[in-house]
């Protein structure tokens, strides 16, 4: 039982949620050794004193980022992913940056590192406090937990993604996590791209790593709506481009 988030509580963010090359496979092997993870998985670990500082997490995941993210396919983004997620689960306490700024009520938000190879976005939450869901249109992020705890749910839109559209849209939320420190929630370009937060009781803090793969380009808020089909975990929905 999480001890942010009381069992007789009911907590409700969104709609209907209640709380191979040899050179790869070597670094996989190495990133996973040095986090103590059983085979490629980047699942929860206990943090120790003697972790990596974000210096040194830059130093050491560089050279093995830069190889990775030439493949920008579906596959090359999970790859590249879940090895980011094996080195960051190593980071040790990471200070709040001193350009950490308040973007909206109850949300700060600073850069730690970046932007190369990838952009460290350090955010904070108050309680209770929400990042709206919202699309990647153009990097990809790993997003670890510093502090306390956050809901997470990730969106993906039914058919193409099209961000353009004006109208009504199908979603499915794909995943619903309770972001704890050290977890971490993947979102590539082809999958899991949409995400959005809301803080425990006691507030929350993470990086997201985020590196772009693709031109920059908008960022669209989701608006969730009614639920649409609950055996699909599919919703109506709608963007909001430009926020």
Known sequence: MHDDIPAESSWSPTPGLTVARRGFFGVVAAACAAAHLPGASPAWRTRADGDWTVDQFVREVTPVCKELVADGSGLGQDRYLHTLAAFAVRLGEVPVPDNAKEVAHGHRIGSN????????????????????????????????????????????QV?????????????????????????????????????????????????????????RRKSPTLVVGEAKDDARRTFRAHWKVGE
């Open 113 to 156: 590192h970046g932007p190369d190879p990838f952009t460290m976005l350090h955010w904070i939450l108050a309680p209770g406090a929400v990042i709206r869901p919202h699309a990647h249109t153009y990097g990809n992020v790993v997003t670890l937990g510093l502090t306390g705890e956050a809901l997470v749910a990730n969106y993906e």
């Open 159 to 215: 058919g193409a993604l099209d961000c353009e559209r004006t109208d009504e849209i199908e979603v499915v939320r794909v995943q619903e996590q309770v972001l704890r420190p050290g977890d971490v929630n993947l979102v590539s370009l082809a999958r899991h791209y949409v995400h959005g937060f809301v803080a425990g009781p006691r507030g929350a803090s993470g990086l997201d790593i985020t590196t772009r793969i693709v031109p």
